[in-house]
T-cell receptor
Framework: DAMVIQNPRYQVTQFGKPVTLSCSQT?????MYWYQQKSSQAPKLLFH???????NEADTPDNFQSRRPNTSFCFLDIRSPGLGDAAMYLC?????????????FGPGTRLTVL | GQNIDQPTEMTATEGAIVQINCTYQ??????LFWYQQHAGEAPTFLSY??LDGLEEKGRFSSFLSRSKGYSYLLLKELQMKDSASYLC??????????WGAGTKLIIKP
């Protein structure tokens, strides 16, 4: 089945220790998104890629970086995690990011910062 | 600014009907999505509306009034597995998806 896969599902890191979250998709979609979602809040868009064209949201902290080496994979790097970065990180894809294009989500990675 | 408003929490009884409202003020409008999100899981797509009116899909229906900036999600014959958060999201004129904080729906036997 075509899907969006995120690894790991649960990630524990220490304050200030870099961490990388990964996402892969078999849907062959052009657009990939990274969201941060804290409890009982709306998902907050961090970045999105249209193919390899990178789009950074204006209020995404510099501590967050992203890479998309090919169509199928996308990575989220948190250079120096703080306690406030503990959240669910959601990867999503869409076909072309236009109009009625639905976003399909992976299962998420729950990040704990100790 | 852009804003999506939904009730924070609602409670309903198994077998009943519940309506979850969403009002929005956004820069432009290119459609409205409803997603379901179970605790600790990712959102899953429920419906998309871009024209006024009611879209029915099994036990779930979604309604849109663009002139009023208003939508609702109607859930019929509620089941315990419908306990989840329901997120309303609007596509603005830049094709950005603007999310509401979600409505936590609690189903009681």
């Amino acid at each position: 089945d075509a899907m969006v896969i995120q690894n790991p599902r649960y990630q524990v890191t220490q304050f200030g220790k870099p961490v990388t979250l990964s996402c892969s998709q078999t849907l062959n979609h052009n657009v990939m998104y990274w969201y941060q979602q804290k409890s009982s809040q709306a998902p907050k868009l961090l970045f999105h890629y249209y193919d390899k064209d990178f789009n950074n949201e204006a209020d995404t902290p510099d501590n967050f970086q992203s890479r998309r080496p090919n169509t199928s994979f996308c990575f989220l790097d948190i250079r120096s995690p703080g306690l406030g970065d503990a959240a669910m990180y959601l990867c999503a894809t869409s076909r072309d990011g236009q109009g009625s294009d639905t976003q399909y989500f992976g299962p998420g990675t729950r990040l704990t910062v100790l | 600014g852009q804003n999506i408003d939904q009730p924070t929490e609602m409670t309903a009884t198994e077998g009943a009907i519940v309506q979850i409202n969403c009002t929005y003020q956004t820069s432009g409008f290119n459609g409205l999505f409803w997603y379901q999100q179970h605790a600790g899981e990712a959102p899953t797509f429920l419906s998309y509306n871009v024209l006024d009116g009611l879209e029915e899909k099994g036990r779930f229906s979604s309604f849109l009034s663009r002139s009023k900036g208003y939508s609702y999600l109607l859930l019929k014959e509620l089941q315990m597995k419908d306990s989840a958060s329901y997120l309303c999201a609007v596509i603005d004129s830049n094709y950005q998806l603007i999310w509401g904080a979600g409505t936590k729906l609690i189903i009681k036997p």
